[in-house]
């Protein structure tokens, strides 16, 4: 096995990670800074400036793909971005995962990477137009609305929003809440998962149509907080759905396809977390080693107490096998396909946060106090991180798929 890397993988992270180190980490304070002055949910002028440097540097919208079977063969180029494999893209990710808003400066954060990937996959030339374009310009953001309060959206079968057809148009009902980027002004657009024929085979009842914010009966009733954390000025809001007309050729690929474009959507939306994951990870690890090296207690440095040796040794044993197991998944998504995949995805999005949270944790035990107060970004990293074992798709669900897999791989030798 060769586990050395190409010109082209190595040359697009480590400009990555130059653009992070020399454009990103000196302004970290600077977008606090700003954060805290006026209408906390007013974009920032410091991320769009960072996005144009971005954009000039070629280190935009690395996370669409080459072209596939799905996307319109006139249309593949005009909507691409720099083409990088999911394997060549992991590498990427893991260094914007580092700082948490760094992905939106290369315009690889979700749910755009997401809803950027449906529409290239599944959308039409007019759907592309419309919508996909200034979204890889960078110019307006987008939503996913699937998640709901009243049922455990983990079974995306219980959801309850209806979709139905009057003439030419859907008219929607429903309750959505956690749509993330729905808090942002320049959200325009949301992917809504919702039911056009209940009546239909359980996973043919769903349905995906592309629902404009500014629609009338769309009612923003509030922005939820992740443990005290209002993520502004992106938001993760509570909305209400009543009576929301949309024209029919907003409809993706279907009626009855939604599980068809999902799955299409969080297999490259799961492993892209898990990404960015590593670097969080990556940089706790180098803010607990810098700590206990500058502490002392009971007469020597913290990092010379045995039980901090063990901690750092694991972090670092964890994390280099996490990696190996993502750039497996990757790997093989791009050789074979996402459904070849699934397992090795499900894995992932299980053993990732999982990781990462233990060494957070190590981290702010390390900080003492320190890392549970805002000086440090230990708590926001910590308050991110615990919500990936929850957003698409809960661990026990992935866990499910992981054991049914080995059951079934054990009942065809008998």
Known sequence: MDFS?????????DAVRQFIEGEVRPLVHAHEAEL???????????????????????LWNLFLPPSNG???????????GERLT???????????????WASEVFNCSAPDTG?????HKYGTRAQKDRWLKPLMDGAIRSAFLMTEPEVASSDATNIRTSIDRDGD?????????WSSGAGDPRCKIAILMGKTDPAAARHEQQSMLLLPLDTPGVTIRRNLSVFGYDDAPHGHSEILLDNVRVPAGNLLLGEG??????????GPGRIHHCMRTIGAAEEALDMMSRRLLSRSAFGKAIAEHSVWEERVANARIEIEMTRLLCLKAADMMDKAGN?????????????APAMALRIVDDAIQAHGAAGVSPDFELARIWAGLRTMRIVDGPDEVHRRAIARAEFSRHRDRR
Not at 5 to 13: I, L, N, P, S, V
Not at 115 to 119: D, F, I, R
Not at 257 to 266: D, T, V
Not at 340 to 351: D, L, P, S
């Open 339 to 351: 459904k070849a995949a699934r397992n090795e995805i499900a894995m992932i999005k299980v053993q």
């Open 86 to 100: 999911n394997l060549e893209y992991a590498l990427c990710a893991e260094e914007m995962g580092r700082i948490h």
């Open 70 to 80: 799905h996307a319109h063969v006139d249309d593949s180029f005009l909507f691409s």
């Open 5 to 13: 890397f190409t010109e082209r993988q190595t040359r697009y992270r």
């Open 257 to 266: 396809r939604g599980f068809e474009i999902a799955q299409g959507r969080l």
């Open 115 to 119: 809803n950027m990937e449906v529409l």
């Open 169 to 177: 148009d859907y008219v929607v009902n429903g309750r959505k809440w």
């Open 36 to 58: 805290a002055e006026g209408d906390r949910w007013a974009p920032l002028d410091l991320i769009e400036t960072l996005k144009r440097k971005a954009q000039a540097a070629g």
